[in-house]
């Protein structure tokens, strides 16, 4: 067929006209130069794959400007076809569609690239260095004409940011199906994909940019509040009840998921010292009032730091340097350190996530272009210093844990063998703990708590305050301390000015408190009190991911390398119906080190939409649960114990029998093994 044939064969297309070419604003965060591994017929390939979204009368002034795109900035990004206007989350109503679900996900799609939530607007990468919403902007021109369209008779169905078609269903079934990232076992590795990308052939959506749902950096601050409260409870004597008053917390990062931080220290009333190298990041911090204060020396920060803890008031502080530098500071003068972390971009070390001590942010930036040999160097002998530091840091009395960002095993591929358990491999796990073993696993997923989270697509203020007022009255604070944290973080939320992008809130809950608060919200729709809303969660949840470097990090029956969970919660929550289902490879540590699942639940107030928050929000946690349960996580068979109980007669959950140590230990006494070593990378 010709150009003319297939152009004629479309009804919903890229229209035959180039958009003007766009202006760049200054002061807005640009992606670095990504790596370009391509041979020639590869980045031929490249060039032809972008051409295929448009009119071939623009194909001879596109393909020059795409082959440009390709060589100075390691991928296409089709500029030219990005909207002029400012993007962001409008309400509802302003936009175009035959249905709510069509509307509702094109809100959400325009937060995920307003300027105040995304980490590099222009590339589509919203948050994670790497996470983008689509691979380019025809992409995104065509995913919303796809979106106008949408009906309840269609699924929209969507591959690594390119939307294959409108297809027939069901009103039941899902409005859009996504998939992220996924290869191929065997190139199931980022040097792979990495060429993938690079073609157009594949996109990391992270956990929840190309799912849509990026709520702004108020999604990962009800997890480090939790994570850093526990943490005070549970290694520094804090009461169940208590705060972190006169406590500090040290760590690093103010980008997309780690400006969290010194919010959450606050809430949490620390005090916190946050290092960064990225002073542009900083100032969004501190012009949003997430950080308090900005310190250029390491010397003062510590004292200001030890002022706000004799006063048990709370503070966050910036650093405005390498990390590394201010732990260095600290063990040469003895500074006393009692909780400790990182949150650079470590999945990604050797693409910018990590700057090496001694560089500037700009001079890493002009290295990362110029020489990646030497930068990469630089990365490893970087790691390994701070991996050093934080060793004697911790035998003087601080608690590290890994945040999730891959930093262990990052320093690990840099050549510190000793951070593994064995010293060879990475099969059982590191010297230090991740959070999720010591505290997010074993205190809140193994009950099914996780981050829930919700928009008000009106973009009213007062529709969010009253979901606020309408969610807290369902939680019961007497019942347990999560309860009592979770109550407390609702009831303060307004005043603690969480909201970035549209108007959103996260609230950890477990199963049966999900399901109700969202029957109790579609309800409110369904009354008029407020506009519709949607529904989701991180999919860093109880069930959302596979990740034994992460989420699957607490369950030791050898299970925490297999991806069966994460598939069974997409497939599941397809089946019953929920509005979007997301099923991507990498996430927080890395492409081929989880696979996580995700979705989305328009509610509209219909009576259909109460049916599918019945059955899927129960399942959509629980499947989390009782994988966690089998896993033998002991307050996970207690949670699947008391849900067998409520829910009998509508759900069945298979719980493990439980074999005494004693009895293995004496049966397997005279068992002889041959010991085979093989590296795990």
């Known amino acids: 067929m010709n150009n003319a044939e297939i152009g004629n064969a479309m009804v919903i297309k890229l229209d035959a006209v180039l958009p003007e070419y766009p202006t760049f604003k200054e002061g807005v965060r640009r992606a670095p130069k990504r790596e370009l591994t391509l041979n020639k017929r590869e980045i031929k390939l490249a060039v032809a794959n972008a051409l295929r979204y448009v009119p071939e009368e623009l194909h001879e002034q596109l393909a020059p400007e795409f082959l440009d795109e390709l060589l100075t900035r390691g991928r296409i990004y089709g500029y030219r076809f990005m909207p002029k206007e400012r993007i962001y989350g409008k309400p509802i109503d302003e936009y175009k569609g035959e249905c709510v679900e069509g509307k509702a996900f094109q809100v959400m799609i325009d937060n995920n690239l307003d300027h105040e939530v995304a980490l590099y607007p222009y590339e589509l990468v919203t948050y994670g260095e790497t996470g983008q919403v689509c691979q380019n902007w025809m992409q995104y021109q065509l995913i919303k004409k796809y979106l106008e369209k949408l009906t309840h008779h269609h699924t929209l169905v969507m591959m690594s940011g390119h939307p294959m078609g409108l297809f027939k269903s069901h009103e039941t079934s899902p409005r859009v199906i996504v998939t992220n990232g996924l290869m191929v076992g065997m190139f199931d590795n980022p040097e792979d994909w990495a060429k993938a990308t690079a073609m157009g052939c594949s996109s990391y959506g992270q956990m929840t940019a190309g799912g849509w749902m990026y709520i702004g950096p108020q999604g990962i601050v009800h997890g480090t509040f939790n994570t850093i409260l526990n943490a005070g409870r549970k290694f520094l004597g804090v009461p169940q009840d208590g705060d972190l008053a006169g406590h500090l917390f040290v760590t690093s990062g103010l980008g997309g998921m780690s400006g969290a931080q010194p919010k959450a220290i606050e809430i949490a009333g620390g005090v916190g010292i946050v290092a960064e190298v990225d002073y542009s990041r900083i100032k969004t911090r501190h012009d949003q009032g997430w950080v308090s204060l900005v310190i250029e020396d390491a010397a003062e920060a510590f004292k200001v730091a030890q002022e706000y803890m004799d006063k048990k008031e709370t503070i966050s502080i910036a650093f405005h340097g390498n990390i590394v530098d201010l732990l260095q500071y600290a063990v040469d003068n003895n500074i006393k350190i009692e909780l400790l972390s990182d949150q650079t971009s470590c999945h990604v070390p050797y693409d910018g996530g990590y700057c090496p001590q001694g560089l500037t942010f700009e001079e890493r930036t002009e290295m990362l272009a110029n020489d990646k040999e030497k930068f990469c160097e630089l990365v490893d002998q970087s790691l390994i210093k701070h991996y050093h530091l934080i060793k004697t840091l911790v035998e003087r009395g601080a608690y590290f844990f890994d945040y999730g960002n891959a930093f262990m095993k990052a320093v690990f591929d840099a050549g510190a063998k000793d951070i593994a358990k064995n010293g060879e491999d990475t099969s059982e796990g590191f010297i230090f703990p991740s959070y999720v073993e010591d505290i997010l696993g074993p205190e809140l997923f193994d009950y099914g708590y996780g981050p829930f989270r919700w928009c008000c697509l009106s973009g009213k203020p007062e529709d969010l305050r009253k979901t606020d007022h309408a969610a807290m009255e369902i939680i019961d604070p007497n019942r347990r301390s999560q309860d009592r944290d979770n109550y407390i973080w609702i009831r303060d939320a307004e005043k603690n000015k969480l909201v970035v992008g549209t108007q959103c809130r996260i609230l950890y809950q477990d199963a049966l408190g999900r399901r109700d608060i969202a029957l109790k919200f579609n309800e409110m729709v369904r009354n008029g009190e407020i506009g519709p809303v949607m529904l989701g969660r991180d999919h860093h949840d109880t069930g959302g991911t596979d990740s034994p470097y992460r989420e699957t990090s607490n369950i030791y029956d050898g299970s925490n390398i297999t991806a069966d969970m994460a598939v069974h919660c997409y497939a599941g929550n397809a089946a019953r119906g929920m509005s979007l289902v997301a099923l991507h490879n990498g996430g927080g540590v890395g492409i081929s080190k989880s696979i996580n699942g995700g979705f989305g639940m328009v509610l509209d107030g219909s009576e259909r939409v109460d049916e599918i928050l019945m059955a899927a929000i129960p399942w959509d946690t629980m499947i989390g649960v ?53 590296a795990h990378h």
């Open 626 to 678: 009782s994988r966690r349960s089998w896993g033998r996580c002991e307050h996970s068979i207690e949670t699947v114990a008391e849900y067998n109980k409520i829910r009998n007669g509508e759900d069945y959950i298979t719980m493990p029998y439980l074999a005494s140590d004693e009895l293995i230990e004496r049966v397997c006494k005279d068992v002889v093994v041959e010991e085979h070593h093989h």
